[in-house]
């Protein structure tokens, strides 16, 4: 069971991007899914969360209204918009699964969740 998340890149200040994590070896459509990036010589964190049935979704504060996290079941792929792009959101972005249904739940820490993309780099430049 892989994830795979893409779709960084390098982008101006104020610019957009969108990261997509694709699953292989098993369909994720109803688990709850997360993205956390890691930024250079600092922790991985949370930034984005959606439940199981994708009707529920949370931010972290410092991407709140500026980041969009979606559910494509049809493609069963979770999306990252990513919108008003900063140079401090420069990181290597990691999606997340949980194993198991979670219905109207989501996850914000890191030991919650069961699978992990390999990254995508997401550069912002000034």
């Known amino acids: 069971v892989q994830l795979q998340a893409c779709g960084g890149g390098v982008v101006q200040t104020g610019g957009s991007l969108r990261l997509s994590c694709v699953p292989s070896?098993?369909?994720?459509?109803?688990?709850?899914m997360g993205w956390f990036l890691q930024a250079p010589g600092k922790e991985r964190e949370f930034v984005a969360a959606i439940s199981g049935s994708g009707t529920r979704t949370f931010y972290a504060d410092s991407v709140k209204d500026r980041f969009t996290i979606s559910r494509d079941n049809a493609k069963d792929t979770v999306n990252l918009q990513m919108t008003s792009l900063k140079p401090e959101d420069t990181a290597i972005y990691y999606c997340?699964?949980?194993?198991?249904?979670?219905?109207?739940?989501?996850?914000?820490?890191?030991?919650?969740?069961?699978?992990w993309g390999q990254g995508t780099l997401v550069t912002v430049s000034s």
């Open positions: 070896g098993r369909t994720f459509i109803r688990a709850a």
């Open positions: 997340a699964a949980r194993q198991s249904y979670s219905g109207n739940v989501y996850y914000t820490r890191q030991k919650e969740y069961d699978y």
